[in-house]
């Protein structure tokens, strides 16, 4: 059973700080890596892709892969109010399904 | 921006009855899925679709479904025989066809069993 596992949270940060999202995937053979964020009652929303080691930066977003430790991170800098939501780790391996994580909700307190 | 719509948002039947869950993905996309999210649970796959039949499905994906692209823009969802346990948030999703290229979601469909 190819599995993607997350900390449920809530993980709480002060507005304006560092969150940090992690995810780790037991599927060696996964290859892309996303991470989506969802709105209660709403569909999952694409923050970042990323598909080999190191970081990748979008605006006050970063991800991070780790292929060896089978680990993927989001940080989401200058956090605020608006960011706070369930963020779903997703991986695809040979196939072409996404297998998501439960997620984890983030609150950005004011 | 292009968006994967779907229809209806909400529906809400009695067991037993049969639900047709519509999807239109965005144009130029190739690959086309289903996902469901049963209320405080994760998203689970259930089928891919690509040149017009399965490419991959899950266990979830039992007789009860079925999956079609009728025309050149729709693409359905069918539960013929719809259990308590199928209500959920049901989710089409669509992606070009390079293999890393992102799915995009629809806002789904709230179906209710009763």
């Known amino acids: 059973q190819k599995e993607v596992e997350q900390n449920s949270g809530p993980l709480s940060v002060p507005e304006g700080a560092i969150a940090s999202l992690n995810c780790t995937y037991s599927?060696?053979?996964?290859?892309?890596f996303f991470w989506y964020r969802q709105y209660s009652g709403k569909s999952p929303e694409l923050i970042m892709s990323?598909?080999?080691?190191g970081d990748k930066e979008d605006g006050r977003f970063t991800a991070q892969l780790n292929k060896a430790s089978q680990y993927v991170s989001l940080l989401i800098r200058d956090s605020q109010p608006s960011d706070s939501a369930t963020y779903l780790c997703?991986?695809?391996?040979?196939?072409?399904?996404?297998?998501f994580g439960t997620g984890t909700q983030l609150k950005v307190e004011l | 921006e292009p968006e994967v719509t779907q229809t209806p948002s909400h529906q809400v039947t009695q067991m037993g009855q049969e639900v047709i869950l519509r999807c239109v993905p965005i144009?130029?996309?190739?690959?086309f899925y289903w996902y469901r999210q049963i209320l405080g649970q994760k998203v689970e796959f259930l089928v891919s679709?690509?040149?017009?039949?399965?490419?991959?499905k899950s266990e979830i994906f039992d007789d009860q479904f079925s999956v079609e692209r009728p025309d050149g823009s729709n693409f359905t969802l069918k539960i013929r025989s719809t259990k308590l346990e199928d209500s959920a948030m049901y989710f089409c999703?669509?992606?070009?066809?390079?293999?890393?290229?992102?799915?995009?979601f629809g806002p789904g469909t709230r179906l209710l069993v009763l």
């Open positions: 999703a669509s992606r070009i066809n390079r293999p890393q290229e992102t799915q995009y």
């Open positions: 599927d060696r053979g996964s290859q892309s």
């Open positions: 990323i598909y080999s080691n």
């Open positions: 997703a991986v695809t391996g040979g196939g072409n399904k996404l297998t």
């Open positions: 144009s130029n996309h190739l690959y």
């Open positions: 679709f690509y040149n017009n039949e399965i490419s991959e």
